[in-house]
């Protein structure tokens, strides 16, 4: 069965810092890889959506590289902001949707 | 704002009582799911729906039914829970995966809480 990984669980950055999110899956064979934020007590939010034959997808401050190879994925923010504090989660896409574990962010102004 | 509309946003329901959660979308989609979030965990599918007609159950127990009545809405009524089911319960819709390869995003709701006493 898949199994994702997310490291760090969570994360605390001044603003203003550029940051790296890991992801890894043990199961190579996937479709794509999504990664979305869920700030407190409410749905998903997708970011950006790589599919398995693309090496990175960018959205404004946001850059999500795909290794599927190995296994990984990181999301890259730039510049962070107080508004980026959340719980960040990759998902990778095979016969289902699979979620990672979470990192949970906090940008300190 | 979250094209997916969920409602109520809070429940709090006995284990004797019948209810119903609601979920709505008007982006098209005729992909839904149902999925299960416990606190600090990540979403747990439970449902999906495709052209209005079930395509995977994960092995959810029948105290849980859904149901699609049509191409924008989907209900997940819930009768006799446990204390255990307490959650979010997050909708979200998609273009239908394409051979059950899924290569569209998900747009969720921002979910019930659910808490049964």
């Known amino acids: 069965k898949q199994e994702v990984t997310q490291i760090p669980a969570a994360l605390s950055v001044p603003e203003g810092e550029n940051l790296v999110l890991n992801c890894s899956f043990t199961?190579?064979?996937?479709?794509?890889l999504q990664w979305f934020r869920q700030d407190p007590g409410k749905g998903l939010t997708s970011l950006l959506l790589?599919?398995?034959?693309?090496r990175e997808q960018t959205s404004g401050r946001l850059n999500a590289s795909l290794d599927k190879s190995s296994g990984r994925s990181t999301l890259y923010i730039a510049a962070s902001q107080p508004g980026d504090s959340a719980t960040y989660l990759c998902?990778?896409?095979?016969?289902?949707?699979?979620f990672g574990t979470g990192t949970r962010l906090t940008v300190i102004p | 704002d979250t094209e997916v509309t969920q409602t109520p946003k809070h429940l709090v329901m006995g284990m004797t009582n019948k209810k119903s959660l609601k979920c709505e979308q008007h982006m098209g989609h005729r992909a839904m799911y149902w999925y299960k979030q416990k606190a600090k965990k990540p979403p747990e599918l439970m449902f999906v729906?495709?052209?209005?007609?079930?395509?995977i159950n994960e092995s959810v127990p029948s105290r849980f039914s859904p149901e699609c009545p049509n191409s924008s809405l989907l209900n997940l009524h819930l009768h006799a829970l446990q204390p255990e089911d307490s959650a979010l319960y997050l909708c979200a819709s998609s273009q239908v995966p394409n051979a059950g390869v899924l290569n569209s995003p998900l747009h969720f709701g921002n979910g019930t809480r659910l808490t049964v006493t």
């Open positions: 790589i599919q398995s034959s693309q």
């Open positions: 998902a990778v896409s095979t016969n289902n949707l699979f």
């Open positions: 729906y495709s052209y209005e007609k079930l395509s």
């Open positions: 199961d190579s064979a996937i479709y794509n």
